[in-house]
């Protein structure tokens, strides 16, 4: 059910859907999400245009495989797992100006999939059904394009550039560059369905092998997460026990369902409330659901359990907690308690900066938020890309008028 609603969130637009679909990391899944959709997809246009075809010269009967791989399923997965992802994270890289350069790390490349594979998806569910209603075809100068594929193509091409501007933390006219520099892959896309066709038997044989292996270790991985679920869950059949109940409110949190994990967290709270972590993760998990006046509680009881715990984080936030509840003087203060000994952290210099623009002090929000981008600049490339998003945003605030 959460995977639904995330779905039915990206196509409202919604960020917080689509990262917790990249929380998830389903890289499988989302494969096999986005091969029922095209499929689907191309089922109900050949169906549609059938017609159109028979008009055509026939060849000869392909068999199974031919008529399988002709379906183009298969090549169109491997060109965007295999080449146009990578590439979109390696061009959002580069573009970002962080100096990052055309790199990708395993995690990016997890996360991304995770959720374009999913978003691309779902539009070509909702698009197939548009292609019966819909057969006729708009002429676009020389060529004709049915009213199907062109509604496909815009709605690709919108939901694509926001995906890319959320995930990678760019600007809306560097995802649109990215997504355009990106077609630069489609000769490789060519040159792959030529390949595919040309395999002789002897070598698909080993590359089905190998993906079925990957899949199977796949499903045992994910059967020996939810053997772990379930021990989990059995042993809250001792109601006493809250380290069960935080463990499980952790793990739904990871995976972006801050509703469950809410529950769980209250329920360890409720059994023990003189742990601090109890109450900083119900803070987290409320904090996730937009709730900052009960998440500001429970950093203060955080605070007041253990002022030191996450190694100071908690200065962080409950500053950042009295900002989103307008108590922006409180803000300010813990914010700058925590920089004086954290004074790299730019999620926390970010937070000042916001503080300050609240109580009109807009040059010294500017010293915060440039002061942000002179570390990212002197700082390894690893610590770029982790704290990209206080980055970009720095860098968009300062450009407002």
Known sequence: MTFLRDLTGILAFSPSSLRALAARRATISSVVYLSAGFLIFVLIRNSVYAGLREESPLSLDPGVMGA???????????????????????????IAGDGLGLTLSREEYQTQLSALFPLWGTLLLVVAPLQRV????????????????????????????????????????????????????????YVLKSFFFALPL??????????FQRVRSHIGGRESERAFHRHLQSLTINPQDA???????????????????QRYFEAAVRIDPSLPDYHYYLGKALEARG????ALRQYEDTYRANPEFGQGDIFREVGKAYLQTGKTEKAVEFLQFFLRKRAS????????????????????????LNTILDQARSQPRFFRKENREWVHRSRMTLRRP
Not at 70 to 79: I, R, S
Not at 170 to 188: C, D, E, K, M, Q
Not at 202 to 211: A, E
Request: charged fraction near 10%; hydrophobic fraction near 60%; proline fraction near 6%.
């Open 68 to 94: 399988f791989l002709q379906l183009n399923v298969v090549q169109v997965v491997l060109f965007l797992s295999l080449i146009y992802v990578p590439a979109v994270i390696s061009l959002s890289n580069a």
């Open 243 to 261: 380290d069960a109940q935080h463990q499980l409110g952790l793990i739904h949190l990871q995976r972006g369902n801050p509703e469950a994990a």
């Open 202 to 211: 002897f070598i698909m044989l080993p590359i089905l092998f190998i993906l």
């Open 291 to 294: 709730d900052w006046p009960a």
């Open 345 to 368: 952290d730019p999620e926390g210099r970010y937070w000042l900066a916001m503080a300050l623009m609240q109580e009109g002090r807009s040059e010294e929000m500017r010293a915060q």
């Open 134 to 189: 819909l057969p006729q075809f708009v002429v676009l100068g020389p060529m004709g394009v049915s009213i199907g594929l062109l509604i496909l193509v815009t709605l690709i091409t919108f939901y694509t550039v926001w995906a890319i501007r959320e995930l990678n933390f760019i600007s809306t006219v560097a995802a649109l560059g990215v997504f355009v520099l990106s077609w630069l892959t489609l000769p490789l896309f």
